[in-house]
């Protein structure tokens, strides 16, 4: 695609998709790039600003959650945004410094439904036939033939040696994340985009809990298509206290692992208080892109 | 020797892991979701030849590998070793043993130039050019006035090689092979 293509190709899906959100009332609103608190996950680190004197000025966000669930939670209603996210150490042919984030909630909408309505926002975007699902459990069954909830630390351990060759110190948690990214995911959504649903609740971040199949899951869930990750969404988690806990275990694990100390978002969890029943998604526009165009890298697509 | 990361993992560099030296051959960056991100990497240990595919958690290091490759002519075999002298203006000498040699010993002949890899200043392996000229030393007459046609036979090297070439191949004939396949490319 030379330049004028790929100008064309952005601009066009940037069109397709507020005119989606416009004829369903989802306003677009514009968020803070630079926030005094990043998310506390232990994985994700993000740059921060600094000025001119070295003052800290702030984080860059990796995601607009914390400032849209803040709108959410003052009456704002449905709300989607267009904008860039920073996340450092992820460079690859598919991971950027900088990406572009499509993210949106709908208040009143459990997960099925907003899953539903991402389902018809691909066939807009993507000329695709509809989402299909599998939950994490069955998947786990499809490719490695056990159940991620309720196999041996045995099992799990030994396929993670035979699959990655990996025998060096990992959690149950991690050896699953890993195993799912190299041999569920990339398996995923080849006929039609595909949600992996009900995730263990230890990987629950921001969703809520519910039961499934017997399970303690999260409801959160990843969408895929052409083995290729391109969002990640909850029924919203909307219990301060829960929430407040879960920060805390993150940053007992960046202790653990040595990785920075981070503020924890304070404004954040005093508005969970009044944040309304919701589910939201976060979608990576620069992927999205990458599949409109047939393309495998996002170097193809990009413009810089 | 200097520790490296696994963002700093390119294809060629070379790194210590288990004692050997080996050369990365891919890299490839994975980030679940959520969780910790890791590296899926190819190592050629190069003591063996061998391609192991490990991984690690990015940010993990390793230790680089003291390897370099130097020109260097091939002067003669004393019987257990084979000796090399560097082409650079220098005249060091190196001695192969038979492990670093390997298969290339097929291919060595008096005065021809040869990439020798160095591990810690000793040799572990020998690589040939990719085209030589060798000597027929045996092979059935030719055919004569079968020019043309296909057909092959096998013919003895100078250096030892066994190489498929045209029927009307005489031996004394100097040919130029390729290496990498061990096929006949023509005449010298």
Same mark, same amino acid.
């Given at each position: 695609m030379?330049?004028?293509?790929?100008?064309?190709?952005q601009?066009?899906?940037?069109?397709?998709?507020r005119?989606?959100?416009?004829?369903r009332?989802v306003t677009e609103v514009?968020?803070?790039?630079?926030?005094p608190?990043?998310?506390?996950?232990?994985?994700i680190e993000?740059? @921060?600003?600094?000025?001119?004197d070295?003052?800290?000025l702030g984080?860059?966000?990796?995601?607009?959650?914390?400032?849209?669930?803040?709108?959410l939670a003052?009456?704002?209603g449905?709300i989607f945004?267009?904008t860039?996210?920073?996340?450092?150490?992820?460079?690859g042919?598919?991971h @950027?410094?900088?990406?572009?984030l499509?993210?949106?909630?709908?208040v009143?909408f459990t997960?099925?439904?907003?899953?539903?309505e991402?389902s018809q926002l691909?066939?807009?975007?993507?000329d695709c036939?509809s989402?299909?699902?599998i939950s994490?459990?069955?998947?786990f069954?499809r490719?490695l033939g056990w159940c991620?909830?309720?196999?041996?630390?045995?099992?799990?351990?030994?396929?993670?040696r035979q699959q990655l060759n990996?025998?060096?110190?990992?959690?149950?948690?991690?050896?699953l994340?890993w195993?799912?990214?190299?041999?569920?995911?990339?398996q995923?959504?080849h006929q039609?985009?595909?949600?992996?649903?009900h995730?263990p609740?230890e990987?629950?971040?921001?969703a @809520?809990h519910?039961?499934?199949?017997?399970?303690?899951c999260?409801? @959160?869930?990843e969408?895929?298509?052409?083995?290729?990750?391109?969002?990640?969404?909850?029924w919203?988690?909307t219990d301060p206290?829960?929430?407040?806990a879960?920060?805390e275990a993150?940053?007992?694990?960046?202790a653990l692992?040595?990785?920075?100390q981070?503020?924890?978002?304070?404004?954040?969890?005093?508005?969970?208080?009044e944040?309304?029943?919701c589910s939201?998604i976060?979608?990576g526009l620069?992927?999205?892109?990458?599949?409109a165009?047939?393309?495998d890298?996002?170097s193809?697509?990009?413009?810089? | 020797?200097?520790?490296?990361s696994?963002?700093?993992?390119k294809?060629?560099l070379?790194?210590l892991?288990?004692?050997?030296?080996?050369?990365i051959?891919?890299n490839?960056f994975v980030?679940p979701g959520?969780?910790q991100a890791?590296?899926?990497?190819k190592?050629?240990?190069?003591?063996t030849?061998?391609?192991w595919?490990r991984?690690f958690?990015?940010g993990?290091?390793?230790?680089?590998a003291?390897?370099?490759?130097?020109?260097?002519?091939y002067l003669y075999?004393d019987?257990e070793f084979w000796h090399f002298m560097a082409?650079?203006?220098?005249?060091e000498?190196h001695a192969?043993?038979?492990?670093?040699?390997?298969?290339?010993v097929k291919w060595?002949?008096e005065?021809?130039s040869y990439v020798?890899?160095?591990?810690n200043?000793?040799?572990?392996a020998?690589?040939?050019?990719n085209h030589?000229?060798?000597l027929?030393?045996q092979?059935d007459?030719g055919?004569?006035?079968?020019?043309?046609?296909?057909?092959?036979?096998?013919a003895t090297?100078?250096?030892?090689?066994?190489?498929?070439v045209p029927?009307?191949?005489?031996?004394?004939?100097?040919?130029k092979?390729d290496?990498?396949?061990?096929k006949?490319?023509?005449?010298?």
């Open positions: 030379d330049l004028s293509e790929r100008i064309a190709l601009a066009r899906t940037k069109a397709q998709i005119a989606f959100f416009d004829a009332n514009t968020v803070p790039s630079v926030m608190a990043p998310v506390t996950d232990p994985y993000v740059p @921060r600003a600094i000025g001119p070295g003052a800290h984080y860059l966000q990796s995601s607009p959650e914390y400032a849209m669930k803040r709108l003052q009456g704002s449905d945004t267009i860039p996210a920073w996340r450092i150490d992820e460079v042919p598919r @950027r410094t900088e990406f572009t499509l993210e949106y909630y709908r009143g997960g099925a439904q907003l899953r539903d991402v691909m066939q807009t975007l993507l036939p989402a299909t699902q994490y459990r069955d998947a069954i490719e991620p909830f309720e196999a041996a630390d045995a099992v799990v351990f030994e396929t993670l990996y025998t060096g110190e990992i959690s149950r948690t991690g050896a994340q195993l799912c990214a190299c041999c569920v995911e990339p995923l959504g039609a985009p595909c949600f992996l649903t995730y609740a990987q629950a971040a921001l @809520r519910l039961e499934h199949q017997g399970q303690a999260a409801d @959160r869930f969408l895929f298509y052409r083995g290729v990750e391109l969002g990640n969404g909850y919203e988690l206290d829960e929430q407040r879960r920060f993150d940053l007992a694990q960046r692992e040595g990785s920075p981070v503020p924890i978002d304070e404004a954040l969890l005093t508005s969970l208080v944040l309304p029943e939201g976060a979608l620069d992927r999205i892109w990458m599949l165009a047939e393309a890298e996002l193809q697509v990009s413009l810089f | 020797m200097a520790n490296y696994t963002n700093e993992f294809q060629g070379k790194v892991l288990e004692g050997d030296p080996c050369s051959v891919e490839e980030k959520k969780g890791f590296n899926r990497v190592l050629k240990n190069l003591m030849g061998r391609v595919e991984t958690k990015s993990e290091s390793l230790e680089g003291d390897v370099m490759d130097t020109d260097m002519e075999n019987g082409t650079d203006g220098s005249f000498q192969a043993d038979a492990k670093a040699v390997g298969d290339t060595l002949k005065q021809e020798v890899t160095l591990f200043g000793a040799p572990i020998i690589t040939p050019p030589i000229d060798l027929v030393a092979t007459p055919l004569k006035g079968d020019t043309a046609q296909g057909g092959s036979k096998p090297m100078a250096s030892g090689a066994v190489v498929q029927l009307f191949i005489e031996e004394g004939e100097t040919l092979i290496t990498r396949t061990g006949y490319i023509s005449r010298a």
